[in-house]
Nanobody
Framework: QVQLVESGGGLVQAGGSLRLSCAASGRTFSSYAMGWIRQPPGKERVFVAAITWNGGSTYYADSVKGRFTISRDYAKNTVYLQMNSLKPEDTAVYYC?????????????????WGQGTQVTVSS
């Protein structure tokens, strides 16, 4: 069992930055691919970013490439999403996700575990 707790969301002006954190419980953190999925208001959930279990590969949605960076800290059992040059269209609830396969985060949006979500609002 893996529990995920997000933090770091908030209100920011366009062009600003935020860093989301996702703290994972359990000793199996290092065996899971981790990622972020977001749900804009009134829309379906979409993939944002993912990182493999060993940190060797990262994946990004086209809409965030060059602006967002995903990373993980094994000592802290935490995955981060650094978000720069934020745009109003980045406004969404951001969910942390854990999965045995990155495909479950990147393609099917069916990870093994979900966090509770954190709100990010970007004002214009």
């Amino acid at each position: 069992q893996v529990q995920l707790v997000e933090s770091g969301g908030g209100l920011v002006q366009a062009g600003g930055s935020l860093r989301l954190s996702c703290a994972a419980s359990g000793r199996t953190f290092s065996s899971y691919a981790m990622g972020w999925i977001r749900q804009p208001p009134g829309k379906e959930r979409v993939f944002v970013a993912a990182i493999t279990w060993n940190g060797g590969s990262t994946y990004y949605a086209d809409s965030v490439k060059g602006r967002f960076t995903i990373s993980r800290d094994y000592a802290k059992n935490t995955v981060y999403l650094q978000m720069n040059s934020l745009k109003p269209e980045d406004t969404a609830v951001y969910y942390c996700a854990a999965a045995k396969s990155p495909r479950a985060v990147v393609v099917t949006l069916q990870p093994d575990y979900w966090g509770q979500g954190t709100q990010v609002t970007v004002s214009s």
